[in-house]
């Protein structure tokens, strides 16, 4: 892989966390985080079968529900 597209991939794969990253940072359970996943409660791209949550819109999500527009659960 090219130096440039190494560079790129690894700006966008640092802006990705995991259900397991999310779970951490919230410190729930990662079983929480995929449910409201499903439910469509909180913002994720879907990888193949795989989830992953964009860092800069978990940041916008975790601000408008600490000014509680919703009640995911998350606080």
Known sequence: M???ARAAYARIMCGLLTAEQLAERWQVPKSHVYNL???????????????RYRLDAIEAFELGHAAGQDSAGVR
């Open 2 to 4: 090219p130096d440039e």
């Open 37 to 51: 996943t499903r439910t469509g409660r909180v913002p994720a791209v879907k990888l193949g079968r795989y989830y």
